[in-house]
């Protein structure tokens, strides 16, 4: 009987294989089978309701997943099978410490978490704090930015990701990334934050967030001229 991973390389690419393994350079290039996004979310949903017994029995097994591909169906499937919150917490608490790249870690969408916003917030706080694994960081950071920059936002959540000082690439460029989001969605809460002096954010978080919310086809060109003002020196 063909096993996930039997049935994953079918649906692989090699041509697609070679192209995400220049996305994912923290990822050996071996361990990457080449199913493209929308056939490997294909075989998610399929695999959790047509199989969740086996879906179940993936998600439990030994971490980390011998492939690249394998580690994203495992992300894919904690969204599809959590009925709660809590649930998907347990899941990814296990989880999350053995991602090892950025795509992995973005890919995660939990639907159940927009229906408990208040302890996803206080979940957030956790797996930003000191001492957690990078990609436990950053998946917090854009859990962020995926939930609470709309209706669910407060000023006091800048204070989150403003607060976080880690040296990792991939950590900051979350951090920037929910910064520029935060300019264009949340314009008067977040602008003191890059007006200040000295700046609230280290140089290259402040001036990446700039560039990201001026490249934003959302932002006037006089926006984007007031944005470009507040670049700081220092950022790489």
């Not at 394998?70 to 969204?79: K, P, Q, S, V």
């Not at 973005?106 to 990078?134: C, H, M, N, S, T």
Request: glycine residues 6%; hydrophobic residues 40%; charged residues 30%.
């Amino acid at each position: 009987m063909p096993t996930i991973h039997d049935e994953l390389a079918k649906l692989a690419d090699p041509a697609y294989r070679d192209f995400q393994a220049k996305l994912v350079p923290t990822v050996e290039p071996e361990r990457i089978l080449g199913v493209r996004t929308p056939e490997l979310r294909r075989y998610a949903r399929e695999l959790a309701r047509r199989r969740p017994g086996d879906a179940r029995a993936f998600v439990g097994s030994a971490l980390p997943h011998a492939t690249y591909d394998e580690m994203n169906l495992h992300g894919e499937l904690i969204g599809l099978l959590s009925a709660s919150a809590e649930e998907a917490f347990c899941l990814l608490d296990r989880f999350l410490p053995h991602v090892d790249n950025w795509a992995t870690c973005d890919l995660i969408r939990v639907p159940a978490f927009r229906r408990e916003l208040p302890a996803v917030l206080e979940k957030i706080r956790e797996w930003v704090a000191p001492g957690q694994p990078e990609y436990v960081v950053r998946f917090g950071v854009t859990q962020l930015m995926e939930l609470f920059l709309d209706e669910a936002f407060e000023p006091g959540q800048l204070e989150i990701v403003a607060g976080i000082d880690r040296p990792e690439y991939y950590v900051n460029m979350a951090r920037a990334w929910y910064f520029s989001f935060a300019l264009i969605k949340q314009e008067a809460a977040t602008l003191p934050l890059f007006e200040g002096r000295p700046p609230r954010l280290d140089a290259w978080t402040h001036n990446k967030a700039l560039q990201k919310a001026r490249e934003s086809r959302r932002v006037t060109e006089a926006q984007k001229e007031y944005l470009q003002s507040l670049k700081v020196r220092g950022g790489r």
